[in-house]
């Protein structure tokens, strides 16, 4: 997992394009959301580490 400011984006823009395929292909809606989760927590993460708090993680 990438450990900048560059990867924080990666992960938000990430999310941002999940969302919009889960509303979008409603076929795949609930999984499109689940990756959209997943990224955002990534993000959160990095942002977390960046500003010197930690991982957020709880697993």
């Known amino acids: 997992m ?4 560059s990867g924080r984006e990666y992960y938000r823009r990430s999310a941002a394009t999940c969302a919009r395929v889960a509303e979008i292909d409603r076929g795949h809606h609930h999984e499109a959301l689940y990756w959209a989760d997943r990224e955002n927590r990534r993000a959160n993460e990095i ?4 500003s010197g708090k930690g991982s957020t993680s709880t697993r």
């Open 47 to 50: 942002a977390a580490q960046i």
């Open 2 to 5: 990438p450990r900048c400011r």
